[in-house]
């Protein structure tokens, strides 16, 4: 998710080095033509992981309510901010598995529809930005959790004298649960702003300004309609 973040945020840096990266992932500068069918393939794959992730997760998670109310109780009683975690995790993977799939299964079925224009016309024209919002949360404390959690439990961090340093690893896990946080609200702005901007021409594909220069040298009266971003 942390990759899939960094990818995503290319936008911060303009539409053309969003356009980049989002033709990297067709895999254009190996084949040198698109081959949308890779999405498809990577988001096949992380979305086996997910269902198996879940599947797997979902036997730790309480199964009736008498287990529910062992558990409130459980929380109550020892008010550990591990446990309150935990519950954190259990709420947020239930998010994840409503929102995450819906996205999955649009990148999976329409993997030529990336790009900046067609992500951001989604986005805004599209109504995702709600979901994206949510989802957004639900991730990123999902995985900074998961990952404290991981290296809690393997001692990862363990020090010489085999203790495990907690309130670093907690400082280490909510600064970046913040910054991919920070991240993906500037990310998912601009995303919402570029397609505020382009909303009366939802639809158009993105030309990036090298092909829109050499084009426009060629052709003098045809003029792109970038916006200035
Ligand atoms: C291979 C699978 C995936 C692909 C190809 C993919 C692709 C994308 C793309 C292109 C965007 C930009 C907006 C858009 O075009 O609609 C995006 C946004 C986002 N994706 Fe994914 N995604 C994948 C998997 C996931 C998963 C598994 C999650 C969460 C569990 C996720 C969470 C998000 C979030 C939260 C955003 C909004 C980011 C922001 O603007 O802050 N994605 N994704």
Redesign the pocket.
Known sequence: ?WV??FM??SILLGPDAMYFV?RL?EGEPIFGRRVPLI?SL??AA?LLL?VVHAVTALRKAPASFAEYRAMHGHVRVFSHPDTLLWLLQVVTGFV?MLL?VA??Y??LLN?AD?GPY??AD??WSGR?WPL?LI??FA?ELHGGIGVYRLAVKWGWFTDRHGRIPRKRLVRAKWALTTFFLVL??L??GA?MKLGYEHRHDAGERYVPSAAAASHEARHPTWKSSTPTY
Do not use: K
Request: no cysteine; glycine share 2%; hydrophobic share 65%.
């Open positions: 998710m899939h973040m995503v945020s989002t992932f999405v990577i988001a992380v997910f994840l995450a996205h999955l649009q990148m993997p990336i067609a992500s989604r986005v995702w994206y989802l957004l991730v993906g609200l990310t998912l995303y």
